[in-house]
């Protein structure tokens, strides 16, 4: 069992910045797969960037350019940097486990975080 906490959101103004932060338990962090996924109301959870157990990253298309992926292994921790903020990306962040390591799934994980909520002003 894998236990997330995340933390970082807010709310900031249109072209803000925020870093949002999540901690995982566990002795074999450095081999997971780390994602953030988020969550709009009236809308489905969608993929925003991973970060493999090589550091490989991905990142979808609203993402890239805007939000930087990141993880620290020895603290167990996995970063998201929000830059150039809008209010489409007004959301519940979850932080998410994927045991295989590769980084590439864009639906679902094993293990997820309680979430961390980011608002965007215009």
């Known amino acids: 069992q894998v236990q997330l906490v995340e933390s970082g959101g807010g709310l900031v103004q249109t072209g803000g910045s925020l870093r949002l932060s999540c901690a995982a338990s566990?002795?074999?962090?450095?081999?997971?797969?780390m994602y953030w996924f988020r969550q709009s109301p009236g809308k489905e959870r969608e993929f925003v960037a991973s970060i493999s157990r090589s550091s490989d990253t991905y990142y979808a298309d609203s993402s890239e350019g805007r939000f930087t992926i990141s993880r620290d292994n020895a603290k167990n921790t996995v970063h998201l940097q929000l830059n150039s903020l809008k209010p489409e990306d007004t959301a519940v962040y979850y932080c998410?486990?994927?045991?295989?390591?590769?980084?590439?799934?864009?639906?679902?994980?094993?293990?997820w975080g309680q979430g961390t909520q980011v608002t965007v002003s215009s």
């Open positions: 566990g002795p074999t962090f450095s081999s997971y797969a």
């Open positions: 998410a486990v994927d045991t295989t390591g590769w980084g590439l799934r864009r639906l679902d994980a094993d293990y």
